[in-house]
């Protein structure tokens, strides 16, 4: 077990290196650093003021060596001016010869600057993360119940009206994406067209103040897009457990329809959903970024959206690493977890 | 001229009606739904003579009405559309209007249906499709908008003004507005309403089919090519081959797709001609695909074999060039450029926005095709007539693909039809960010973008689409349900 564990470590170290390496290839290509330092000095720049601003940060110099640089295994830039001044990845104009540092990466623990919301990545990406954090927990606290009540309810007794029209309703959440659910929602629930205004269509006020009205839309939205599929896991593991001789054996003994279902079934039909509800997390991850952009949440799938769309170079890295991380991670939960679960599957 | 009402005359008399009956229909399935739990379902009572039959009682009693209740409710919802397609806006209102203007396709599906049921027994799995209703309204709901995309992007008839043309005075008006100063031969109603930029959301909706019926599923055949010829030779030789392509597939999969979407659907990305690259490799895998598959089947007779491989592989080499290649050029940037296909001989230009777009559909979906095969591979590799024909001396990939590949059709087929529908949820998505194609392409995702804005104030505009999108996902979901249950049966 340790072996196996260890070996998804390593697995998922090189899967972060890599990914993190295809992202900063990207960012990296030359028309995408050509547009941010349009952006970060001025829109009207000379092709070789272009060129002059980005050689003076380090931007031009190879990729690997930049990787490394962001990695912190190369040595930061450090450009002197005609004038004799010098600038540095590592350190800032004032900071003395003596005091100013080689390396400055992730490894040292510095995740870099924001050129677009001018901060500490890292700070940034914590506090939104925080933010998210929130949302995901409301997600799954009403998601999962959900989502195994429905499958339990439709599962124990396959081809009944209860089990069609449940079916029927968890099939038609997996084909409501959250950008349509979440307009129809806005638009039935939020609007004065309907004129309900139960709720309210922005979540805006959400990360300080989470109330009913401005919290239930975004929360309900994403849960419904994802509930449907693993109602429809639990209903098969149910089904498929509801037709075991130890059910018949229990029936026949004259065991009541609810013990059996609560206390026989219910233990086996859900070790599979298990698995299913880890591996649904990072799937919830595209959910969150369009819920945050519809609802205006500031959160991860916001910073991601405005990362991504400005080419906020470092932040975008902070972004895919943690997203990395989210998925490798429940992967690795969703397979210890099985096996602690189900006594019939060993990993030798 | 009077703005329309939603059902118009018509509904003085049938929407009283429709309330009713739709309240007593959700009354008797609540009570459907709550007898089925209180009292453990129908009755089965054993007759005489051996047969078992359904012994009456509440919870049958309520199935019955459910079942009258709701075919009440159909045969209402035929006749408003009945009524709208001869009477038109006049008669019938908004849905009058949209019911006339939807005539070709009513008339498609009709034939559709009546012709597939009538020879369903010789049809195969695509006639058995028609035994189950579930698979029915899911394939009625697909083949609407195939048949709506079709005709309204090819032959021009659904839509009743141009998709891009503004009219003053229809800015974010309510559906059923009237057009202000009609003239003749224009039509004289915007019957779902105005867009913020005043054109006809009836009209986009429909256009925005046409785009998303010819990206999605040919962006999901592309996806299945790459997946099947890549997932094969992983799943049934494994070791080495297996590792290296499931790490790459886990990769790829480990990204967030939004995430990917922005890093490769960028102008700056094309610029760099990137998706160009990705593009050549990835097209060439149907070529691939193709020359392994005759190529296996007739390798021993190559008098047969040679002269079918030049005519195929040159018949889609042609075309996979003019694919890749626009204005002579295969890959062109500001500093280099491939050569390709020069003008003349080049079939078709793709517009590069629909370029990026269709290849990271195809990129994104691929990997997950390519875990299904492998998985599939691996089961149906220990199968007896794999070893059979191992025995027999047949090379791998005859076994891949003519003894393994025909018999994963079933789940093959049912995952295509999902992936249909999640690949039009993909476009939907990169729309919905703005990405790809342009701010004035009528498909539904960029539609609900530009609607979001004044969603609280005139939600019409983005609800149109996002329903369209909808129902389409919705009736793939169904077909897939319905092609899984009977695949099963047999």
């Keep these: 077990m340790g072996l196996f564990i260890l070996r998804r470590l390593g697995v998922m170290l090189l899967t972060a290196i890599c990914l993190t390496f295809i992202v900063f290839f990207l960012t990296n290509l030359y028309p995408n650093l050509e547009k941010l330092a349009k952006t970060q000095g001025n829109f009207r720049m000379s092709d070789e003021a272009v060129a002059s601003w980005l050689g003076d940060r380090g931007y031009t110099d190879n990729t690997f060596v930049k990787y490394g640089r962001w990695l912190g295994v190369a040595p930061g830039w450090t450009t002197e ?83 069609r029209s449940l079916s029927t309703f968890s099939i038609a959440t997996t084909a409501t994406p959250e950008y349509v659910s979440g307009v129809i929602f806005i638009a039935v629930f939020a609007s004065s067209a309907f004129g309900l205004k139960w709720f309210k269509g922005s979540a805006t006020q959400a990360i300080e103040n989470a109330t009913f009205e401005n919290f239930t839309l975004p929360v309900v939205t994403i849960a419904l897009y994802g509930m449907g599929y693993i109602a429809r896991m639990t209903r098969a593991s149910m089904t498929e457990v509801m037709t075991a001789q ?76 943690v997203s990395v991380v989210v998925v490798l991670i429940t992967q690795l939960i969703s397979d210890i977890g099985y096996v602690f679960l189900n006594p019939r599957i060993r990993i030798s | 001229m009077e703005p329309l009402t939603w059902t118009g005359t018509l509904g003085q008399f049938l929407d009283p009606v429709l309330y009713v009956l739709v309240a007593l229909f959700l009354v008797v399935v609540l009570a459907q739904i709550v007898l089925s739990i209180a009292t453990g379902g129908a009755r089965v009572v054993t007759n005489p003579d051996g047969t078992l039959s359904t012994a009456g009682g509440p919870y049958d009693l309520a199935a019955t009405a459910t079942r009258w209740t709701g075919a009440a409710l159909l045969a209402l919802l035929v006749i408003y559309v009945l009524a709208g397609a001869v009477g038109g806006a006049g008669l019938g209102g908004i849905i009058g209007g949209m019911s006339q203007q939807l005539i070709p396709v009513w008339i498609a599906l009709v034939v559709t249906f009546v012709v597939s049921i009538q020879f369903k027994r010789r049809l195969g799995l695509y006639g058995k499709l028609f035994d189950s209703t ?73 256009k925005g089919a046409w785009v998303v019926v010819q990206i999605a599923p040919l962006a999901t055949l592309f996806a299945f090519m790459v997946g099947i010829t890549l997932g094969l030779p992983a799943g049934y030789y494994g070791g080495r081959l297996d590792t290296i392509l499931s790490f790459l597939a886990n990769l790829i999969l480990a990204f967030p797709v939004i995430l990917l979407f922005y890093l490769l659907v960028t102008p700056e990305i094309v610029a760099t001609g990137i998706p160009n690259y990705m593009a050549t490799v990835l097209f060439i895998f149907p070529l691939i695909f193709v020359a392994v598959l005759l190529n296996s089947r007739y390798y021993t007779q190559p008098s047969f074999r040679t002269p079918l491989l030049i005519a195929v592989l040159g018949v889609l080499g042609w075309i996979y060039l003019s694919l890749i290649s626009t204005n002579g050029a295969i890959v062109s940037t500001a500093t280099y450029a491939i050569p390709g296909l020069p003008g003349a001989v080049d079939l078709f230009d793709i517009d590069p926005g629909i370029l990026v777009v269709f290849v990271s559909v195809v990129f994104v979906n691929a990997p997950t095709v390519f875990r299904i095969v492998r998985g599939l591979a691996l089961d149906i590799k220990t199968r ?31 995952d295509f039809c999902l992936r249909i529908g999640y690949t039009t949820i993909l476009l939907g998505t990169l729309g919905f960010f703005g990405l790809g ?39 793939l979901n169904l077909l897939a349900d319905g092609l899984r249950e009977e695949s099963l049966k047999d």
């Design chain 1, 81 to 163: 001016k005609d004038d004799g001044t010098v600038t540095g990845q590592c350190f800032d104009k004032g900071t003395p010869v003596e005091e100013r540092s080689t390396f400055c990466g992730v490894l040292q623990g510095d995740w870099g600057y924001s050129l677009v919301f001018k901060d500490e990545v890292g700070s940034l990406v914590a506090t939104r993360l925080a933010a998210t954090g929130k949302l995901m927990g409301f997600v799954l606290l009403v998601m999962v119940p959900m989502a195994l009540i429905v499958g339990v309810l439709a599962g124990m007794r396959e081809g009944s009206g209860l089990d």
């Design chain 2, 437 to 475: 194609l342009e701010s004035e392409s009528p498909d539904w995702g960029t539609t609900i973008n530009a609607g979001r804005r004044l969603l609280s104030v005139y939600p019409h505009v983005a609800i149109a689409p996002a329903l369209a999108l909808l129902t389409l996902v919705l009736g």
């Design chain 1, 246 to 321: 130890y059910i018949r054996t229990a029936r026949l003994k004259g065991v009541s329809f609810g013990n059996i279902v609560m206390k026989h079934a219910l233990r086996n039909a859900l070790i599979a959903p298990f698995t299913v509800i880890m591996l649904q997390i990072p799937w919830l991850l595209n959910g969150v970024v369009i819920v945050e952009t519809l609802f205006n949440y500031k959160g991860f799938g916001w910073l991601l959206v405005q990362a991504a769309g400005n080419n906020d170079i470092e932040l975008l890295l902070a972004v895919s690493v």
């Design chain 2, 134 to 206: 579930v698979g029915m309204i899911g394939f009625a709901l697909v083949m609407f908008w195939v048949f709506a995309g079709v005709m309204a992007g090819l032959f021009d008839w659904i839509s009743t003004h141009d998709s891009l043309t503004q009219v003053s005075g229809m800015k974010n008006k309510v559906p059923g507005t009237p057009l202000r100063g009609a003239e003749d031969g224009q039509y004289a109603w915007y019957l779902l309403g105005g867009d913020n930029l005043a054109r006809d959301v009836f009209s986009r909706l429909f």
């Design chain 2, 384 to 414: 007896d007539y794999v070893a059979a024909a191992q025995t027999r001396g047949e090379g791998p990939w005859y076994i891949m693909l003519w003894e393994i590949l025909p018999n994963a059709r079933g789940p093959l087929i049912v």
